[in-house]
């Protein structure tokens, strides 16, 4: 179901983007119809808006955002309206997950983090679990995305989705370590994709 408040937000935000901070998107077919875990690196606060703006008017997404961001004054109540929904980091967030999975399962398409938090370029981070059990629990697809993180008003930065797949893992359902791999697995096909974003 289209949400009305994102419907009228995203023309505004797509032409600020466009005139001061343009994009060039790699592989756009590669994200599928229906439910999608979009996932992708994060090194600034606007990586969101490129990944919304690349994805196009029709591609409404929810994004998982840290909880202080739905906090700010009239931003974050429109941001709620809009479908984004706060997470607080460092914790069991079981309101936030619930959220992320009923989205999933209403066949919509979500937008989070795998690292958790911003990494600036040449640092290193470790892949949080929670993208890897949100997509075996609802049967939901990945698609990795790489933004670049080289970002200067009025020069374009390069977005690009990578193929969707599904984790595999034995058994009926995954255990801890199989969480971890598969998180592990999804920010290496993420990193992989910086060799597409030229």
């Known amino acids: 179901m289209k949400n009305k408040v994102y419907a009228v937000l995203y023309p505004i935000i797509w032409i600020f983007m466009r005139i001061f901070h343009p994009w060039k998107a790699v592989g756009v077919e590669n994200i599928p119809e229906g439910a999608a875990l979009i996932c992708g690196n994060h090194t600034s606060l606007g990586d969101p808006l490129y990944v919304v703006c690349c994805m196009g008017s029709k591609r409404q997404t929810h994004v998982m955002a840290k909880a202080e961001i739905m906090k700010w004054p009239v931003i974050g109540f429109l941001l709620k309206k809009a479908g984004i929904f706060g997470v607080n980091r460092g914790k069991s967030d079981v309101a936030a997950i619930k959220e992320a999975m009923r989205v999933l399962r209403a066949g919509e398409k979500l937008l989070m983090f795998p690292e958790g938090t911003r990494v600036k370029e040449g640092e290193t981070s470790e892949a949080h679990t929670g993208a890897a059990m949100l997509s075996t629990r609802t049967n939901t ?36 370590d199989d969480y971890q791999r598969i998180a592990n697995d999804l920010l290496v096909r993420v990193r992989a994709l910086e060799e597409q974003a030229v």
């Open 141 to 176: 697809p990945l698609v990795p995305v790489y933004i670049s993180p080289k970002k200067r008003r009025f020069r374009r930065t390069t977005v690009v989705f990578g193929q969707s797949y599904h984790p595999e893992f034995e058994g009926r359902k995954p255990s801890a």
